[in-house]
Nanobody, 124 residues
Framework: QVQLVESGGGLVQAGGSLRLSCAASGRAFSSSAMGWFRQAPGKEREFVAS????????YYAASVKDRFTISRVNAKNTVYLQMSSLKPEDTAVYYC?????????????????WGQGTQVTVPS
């Protein structure tokens, strides 16, 4: 089993920054691809970013590329999402997801484990 706990969300003004963290417990974190997804009210869950088990490969949605950075520290069983130049359209619940022994895909159904989510609000 894998447990994921996100933290770091909050209210931030447009143009500001936040860093989300996702702490993992259980097996195989260092062998797991990790992803960040988000879901705004009334919308489907969408891909934000993903990272390979080694951290050597990262992928981003076009809407966040050059503003967000995904990273991981396997020794701490933690993955991060550094968000900058935040916009009101970034407002959503952000979820961390794990794909043990898998690839850093962009589709939610590739990930077997999910956290509870953390709210990010960027008022307009």
């Amino acid at each position: 089993q894998v447990q994921l706990v996100e933290s770091g969300g909050g209210l931030v003004q447009a143009g500001g920054s936040l860093r989300l963290s996702c702490a993992a417990s259980g097996r195989a974190f260092s062998s797991s691809a990790m992803g960040w997804f988000r879901q705004a009210p009334g919308k489907e869950r969408e891909f934000v970013a993903s990272i390979s088990w080694s951290g050597g490969s990262t992928y981003y949605a076009a809407s966040v590329k050059d503003r967000f950075t995904i990273s991981r520290v396997n020794a701490k069983n933690t993955v991060y999402l550094q968000m900058s130049s935040l916009k009101p359209e970034d407002t959503a619940v952000y979820y961390c997801a794990s794909n043990p022994y898998g690839l850093p895909k962009s589709t939610p159904n590739e990930y077997g484990y999910w956290g509870q989510g953390t709210q990010v609000t960027v008022p307009s």
